[in-house]
Structure formats: structure tokens, C-alpha cells
């Protein structure tokens, strides 16, 4: 997910590291890139056999078994997710938005439930993750159907809300999106880390964070990291019922869904989960509509 992405680390190893590491790195990496970075398709990928249409109906079938059994888990994760006890936010939190300070539980616009997505976007940065981006594009169609279950959806980031009304009219979207920059929201909801601290090693995904980034699994010991939490309104309380982070990320991004049901799949066997994704409107010349997609938003 979003920790993975050139752009994140790119910013994180030229804080953490010299220049020289920096620009090592950044070599070695393209070396192992080479030629198919911009075409993932021409890389040697193995075919699916060439069968008669009874045997890829035999396939087929149990394969569909397959789906069946996880659709049912996904079903019954699903119910054990809504059963998750939950926990009232008592601190108070004000967030710059286009329209001036509103608060956590004005962003519920009257509904009873909310889903924050922590969009990494630094104050120091001029435009938002890549990665986070993605997913952005992933959603922002999707929620205008959200309010007809009575919840509402928010995009929350340290930058400030100038450069963040800048990117998002760049991006072309339309989901509300809130500067947390004045407040601890980010790091009380574990999406703002500093490994070196002097509050100690705070938590990401469950885990504390000075660990993960020993193991490598963060790659960076202070800056932004992605992650979605959900609230409910009762009456004028606010309570914090849900929080995924890392991989939990990839059940709401359409494009992964789309791409496992080809046969070359996500192709991204070489571990560079979302390497090859780059902002809607720098995608190559000739390699999709992305010019057309832009002017669409």
C-alpha cells in the first residue's frame, strides 16, 4: 500500500539518509526496473494452458467452489466486523476545511455513520501520495450511494487545506476533504508515526511502529502512513468503532479487484506492490485514457 510508493519514500530517505545512500538507492532500484517499468505486460509471465471448452468448463467450476466458500468468509467477516465493540471520542478535534473549522462530529453531516480515509499528504509536500491517490480515484465515484445507508465519508491529511483544495482540484475530486494539521487526530488514529520521539514508539497497524520499522515493513522512522477509521454518531456522541491499515487497504481499491480476475493478475510479483501506480494525469502518453479520464472527473 501507500508506504510502498516511490513518492512516500523517496521524501522519507532523503530525511532519514545522505544524499549518496539516496541516490544509490534510487539507481538501484531503476536498474532492477529496466525496460518493462512503463509496460509490465511485456515481462515474462506464464500463459494459462489452452484447453477444449469442456475442460475449461471443469476448471471453471471448480474454481467457482472455490469463490463460493470465500465469498461466505468475506460474508461472515463482515458480521464479525459490525459486531466490534466500539469507543467513545470524548477529545475534541477542529479541522480546517474549504468552508472555514468544522468538527469531528460535524463531519457526519448529519448521518449516523463516518468513514475517514488518512490520506498521506505531509505539510512539506506539494501534492498527496500517489498511492493514496489511487485509492481516492477508486472511491470518489462510489460515494454518492453511501449517504442512502446514512453514512458519510471524509478524506482527513496534516497538509494544509490550500494545498489541499490545490491537489483535489488538480485530481478532479469531489468527496469533502479536511486539514488535521492543528490537531493530534493523525497520531491519536496512528497514521502520523515518529519512531524517535519523545513520546516513545507509537503503534501502526497494531504493532509498534519502532518494530515494524526494524523489520522493514514501514520504511521510514517519522512521517505520514494510510489507513481508513470509522465512526458512529449517537445523538451528540461520537464513537470510534473500526481502523485498517497496510493490506486491509486493498479491499477498497476496484482497480486490484478488476486486475484479479485477469489471467496476468496485479503483476506485481516482483514485491513492488504499487510501484507501477503513478496520479491519474501522469500515466505515459499511449499507455490508457488517462487524459480522457481526467477531463471526465
Given amino acids: ?32 526496473r529496466g525496460a518493462t517499468e512503463s509496460n509490465p505486460g511485456e515481462e515474462a509471465m506464464e500463459s494459462p494452458r489452452i484447453v477444449s471448452q469442456a475442460e475449461w468448463l471443469v ?20 458480521a464479525a466486523r459490525r459486531r ?43 501534492e498527496g501520495c500517489k498511492s493514496c491517490s489511487h485509492l481516492a480515484d477508486n472511491v470518489d465515484g462510489t460515494i454518492i450511494h453511501l449517504a442512502a445507508r446514512q453514512t458519510s465519508f471524509a478524506a482527513i491529511s496534516r497538509a494544509s487545506i490550500s494545498k489541499i483544495e490545490a491537489f483535489k482540484s488538480r485530481m478532479g475530486w469531489r468527496f469533502p476533504w479536511y486539514s488535521s494539521g492543528g490537531n493530534d487526530f493523525n497520531i491519536d488514529f496512528g497514521v502520523t508515526v515518529d519512531v524517535e520521539g519523545h513520546d516513545g514508539s507509537p503503534e501502526y497497524n497494531y504493532e509498534r511502529a519502532n518494530a515494524l520499522f526494524t523489520a522493514g515493513k514501514i520504511w521510514f522512522p517519522k512521517g505520514e502512513l494510510p489507513g ?25 481499491l476496484n482497480t486490484y479487484n478488476l486486475l484479479d480476475v485477469t489471467p496476468l493478475g496485479r503483476q506485481e510479483e516482483d514485491g513492488r506492490i504499487q510501484a507501477w501506480i503513478r496520479h491519474h494525469d501522469r500515466y505515459p502518453e499511449g499507455t490508457g485514457d488517462n487524459n480522457e479520464h481526467a477531463s471526465t472527473y
Fill in 59 to 78: 476448471a471453471r467450476k471448480a474454481l467457482l467452489t472455490q469463490e463460493k466458500a470465500s465469498t461466505r468468509e468475506r460474508d461472515a467477516l463482515a
Fill in 228 to 252: 481508513i477509521s470509522v465512526f458512529l454518531r449517537r445523538d451528540d456522541r461520537v464513537f470510534h468503532t473500526y481502523s485498517t491499515y497496510q493490506r486491509g487497504l486493498d479491499l477498497f
Fill in 84 to 126: 466490534m465493540p466500539m469507543v467513545a471520542v470524548d477529545k475534541e478535534y477542529v479541522f480546517d476545511g474549504a468552508n472555514g473549522c468544522v468538527s469531528l462530529r460535524d463531519l457526519f453531516r448529519g448521518r449516523s455513520q463516518l468513514i475517514v480515509y488518512h490520506f498521506m499528504f505531509d505539510p512539506a509536500w506539494e
Fill in 1 to 32: 500500500m501507500c508506504p510502498a510508493c516511490m513518492f512516500t519514500m523517496t521524501h522519507a530517505l532523503a530525511a532519514a539518509a545522505p544524499a549518496g545512500a539516496l541516490i544509490a538507492t534510487v539507481v538501484a532500484r531503476s536498474r532492477r
